[in-house]
T-cell receptor, first 117, second 115 residues
Framework: GAVVSQHPSRVICKSGTSVKIECRSL??????MFWYRQFPKQSLMLMAT?????????EQGVEKDKFLINHASLTLSTLTVTSAHPEDSSFYIC?????????????FGSGTQLSVL | GQNIDQPTEMTATEGAIVQINCTYQ??????LFWYQQHAGEAPTFLSY????GLEEKGRFSSFLSRSKGYSYLLLKELQMKDSASYLC????????????????FGTGTKLQVIP
């Protein structure tokens, strides 16, 4: 089946630094990728929808300047958490939809656990 | 806005059948997914419904009623390894002429299977 690779799997950083998370579709082209955030024992919260070649669409309450999303190609989307603070500590997970199957299942990356000290 | 509701927790006995409900109130509905997620892991796909009715896949079945904004996931012959969170997710179309899609998850149901 289709594979989505997400790196890094775990990041520990100091407050004030920026962290970049990459999400790659390895064997398919993804016109749309989704970025989610998940707090312990809670469900996935959609942060933004990343569309190749255009600006990302952010959910209400998600700061665009805080969480920068770049979807430069059909196989790569990046999420940059700028000037990270302890409250940004969370599990971030990306998912992608196969361009050939727009209404089928999402393929998820393995997630990134971000810890901001 | 969108509301996608599920029971927070459920407990069922090994070998039994359990039904996890999901209700939604959304605009631009374009299909409904069910995912399973074990703690600390990424979600894994279980089912996708876009038309009304029941979709059966082994021990798992999923039902959808678009007019009622309702879906359920049915798990048969429960096994201990089925203990996990079950996430209902709705695919939505938005934007000009519905040209954009997004997938929003419900609150999730933590299922505990006991001997």
């Amino acid at each position: 089946g289709a594979v989505v690779s997400q790196h890094p799997s775990r990041v520990i950083c100091k407050s004030g630094t920026s962290v970049k998370i990459e999400c790659r579709s390895l064997d398919f082209q993804a016109t749309t990728m989704f970025w989610y955030r998940q707090f312990p024992k809670q469900s996935l919260m959609l942060m933004a929808t990343s569309n190749e070649g255009s600006k990302a669409t952010y959910e209400q309450g998600v700061e665009k300047d805080k969480f920068l999303i770049n979807h430069a190609s059909l196989t790569l989307s990046t999420l940059t958490v700028t000037s990270a603070h302890p409250e940004d500590s969370s599990f971030y997970i990306c998912s992608a939809r196969d361009r050939q199957e727009p209404n089928e299942k999402l393929f998820f990356g393995s997630g990134t656990q971000l810890s901001v000290l | 806005g969108q509301n996608i509701d599920q029971p927070t927790e459920m407990t069922a006995t090994e070998g039994a059948i359990v039904q996890i409900n999901c209700t939604y109130q959304t605009s631009g509905f374009n299909g409904l997914f069910w995912y399973q997620q074990h703690a600390g892991e990424a979600p894994t796909f279980l089912s996708y419904n876009v038309l009304d009715g029941l979709e059966e896949k082994g021990r798992f079945s999923s039902f959808l009623s678009r007019s009622k904004g309702y879906s359920y996931l049915l798990l048969k012959e429960l096994q201990m390894k089925d203990s996990a969170s079950y996430l209902c997710a709705v695919s939505l179309l938005f934007g000009d002429s519905g040209g954009y899609q997004k997938v929003t998850f419900g609150t999730g149901t933590k299922l505990q299977v006991i001997p």
